[in-house]
């Protein structure tokens, strides 16, 4: 019940930012109407690639000793590390071939990489069975088969944010863009929520039996948790390719000036080599990246160790632990983006570094406060939920919205593939460090690995203050007057 209760409080979220944001470039209402119905089903799929990349916490939870903490972090880190170096060739990739088929490229294989680690799991077999991978050689080899699997899960998920991020480049207009932040937040925190909470389910109610005589449940192999997001992907994929489109003019409308880095310029895509020493050689884009490998470590450093902290100490049950999880991070990660967005663009002018600045300033705080409150779940608990705001809110803006507006909409795709690889390195970092740094119950290590991240990411947030991308529009004498009827048909 308080599943379905959050999956309403995710439609009502976003339909109520989107209406309270307002439309300040005056698009029709048509326009505003096949626009949503553009990124409702990306958003969906986008979602469903989170389940179907942090469902591995859940199933590490559920398969107890069978992943060992320094062994989860090895398989999370070779993902990780995986999607962030395939930005080389998706980034570029995207720009090229377009956000919609990069995006079904994207869904279709995380859907398969889904299934092949659910018939892995499945084959380990129930607990006492004399399957192979319970055998020692055969854990080893148990152990090779998830490295290899989730990083090939994400391959394809790397296409995920670039893909989404290319294609509303093309239908939001930079003063707009804030909007877009605050949708992309929500969507990320959607797909926790499913990963942790409705995969929590899965396992609860597919997976467990109750123990003999009294004791313990029985937690069988949690194929599910991978093969149920498999599904969903699939079906997402169908959506995408039925209704979405890259660009306005492909739905009926006018393309218009989004008053990006892009603007002035044409539709023609640029060689490689330009692409890249645009992207690489901008310093604000560069400062972005390095906040956001910043964000990797922070976001991952508390999302997937606190449950597996409170797990290990027994509060298996207690309030914000394991069932509970996704939910709260939900909330925190969709308030984070949406006070996020909305403050960029009304406050701000859609500037995003003030917005990131601030967040990073209060997340340094609850790292602070982690750090005196490893015995108080409820403490450490409101600490790890507030950074979660924080993270969230941060990474709808730079990753989700900077990454348009300073890479421009013809170079969207490389831009935000730098930056959520440099992301993702973070969270590789993280997942290697953190595994083996609390191996043997040394979890005062935890916060204190945090720390650094948090300061330095706040000294660089505040160095992009003023930043506002510059565009390659004619003078204003020359200018053609900018379209206000961007919802207009052809």
């Avoid at 299934?115 to 799991?121: A, C, K, N, P």
């Avoid at 976001?299 to 999880?325: C, D, S």
């Avoid at 348009?404 to 997942?431: E, H, P, S, W």
């Amino acid at each position: 019940m308080s599943n379905l209760v959050t999956l309403l409080g995710i439609v009502i979220a976003v339909a109520l930012f989107v209406r309270l944001s307002g439309n300040p470039r005056n698009h029709s209402s048509d326009y505003l109407t096949r626009r949503m119905l553009n990124w409702v089903p990306l958003g969906l799929g986008y979602a469903f690639l989170y389940f179907g990349r942090y469902n591995l916490t859940v199933a590490k939870i559920a398969l107890g000793d069978l992943m060992s903490k320094p062994e989860f972090g090895t398989i999370f880190a070779a993902g990780t590390w995986t999607y962030a170096v395939a930005f080389i060739v998706n980034g570029p990739l995207t720009d090229r071939i377009g956000g919609r088929k990069a995006m079904l490229i994207s869904t279709v294989g995380a859907a398969v990489s889904n299934v092949l680690l659910g018939i892995l799991v499945f084959a380990i077999g129930p607990a006492g069975s004399a399957s192979y991978f319970r055998t020692p050689g055969g854990h080893q080899t148990l152990l090779i088969g998830f490295v290899l699997l989730y990083a090939l899960n994400m391959y394809f998920q790397s296409f995920g944010a670039v893909s989404i991020v290319k294609v509303n480049s093309a239908w939001f207009h930079v003063r707009e863009r804030g909007v877009f932040g605050g949708i992309f937040g929500i969507l990320i925190s959607a797909g926790i929520f499913f990963a942790f909470d409705f995969g929590q389910w899965i396992v609860d109610a597919i997976h467990t039996a109750p123990g003999a005589g009294g004791a313990a449940p029985v937690v069988a192999p949690p194929f599910g948790v991978f093969w149920i997001p498999g599904a969903l992907l699939l079906a997402a994929a169908v959506w995408i390719y039925l209704v979405v489109r890259d660009r306005p003019r492909e739905a009926g409308f006018q393309d218009f000036d989004t008053g990006d880095a892009s603007s002035g310029e044409d539709d023609t895509p640029d060689p490689l080599p330009v692409i890249l020493k645009k992207v690489v050689t901008n310093p604000i884009v560069l400062t972005i990246g390095a906040i956001e490998f910043c964000t990797g470590v922070l976001r991952q450093g508390i999302m997937h160790w606190y449950p597996i902290y409170a797990n290990e100490l027994g509060y298996k049950t207690t309030f914000l632990v394991t069932r509970e999880w996704g939910t709260m991070l939900f909330l925190a990660g969709a308030t984070g983006g949406m006070t996020a967005g909305w403050i960029s663009d009304k406050i701000f002018g859609s500037r995003r570094g003030p917005v990131a600045a601030l967040l990073y300033a209060f997340m340094l705080g609850c790292v602070v406060l982690m750090a005196f409150s490893l015995r108080s779940m409820w403490l450490l608990g409101a600490s790890v939920v507030l950074i979660s705001y924080c993270v969230i809110g941060t990474h709808g803006m730079l990753s989700g919205t900077a990454t348009m507006d300073f890479g421009g909409r013809k170079n969207a795709g490389t831009a935000v593939g730098l930056i959520d690889g440099l992301v993702y390195l973070g969270t590789g970092l993280q997942a290697m460090s953190i595994g083996n740094l609390v191996e043997g119950g040394h979890w005062n290590r935890w916060p204190v690995f945090l720390l650094p991240f948090a300061v330095l990411g706040t000294a660089l947030a505040l160095g992009i203050w003023r930043a506002m991308p510059q565009s390659r529009r004619p003078t204003p004498a020359k200018r053609e007057p900018e379209l206000v009827t961007s919802g207009a048909k052809r």
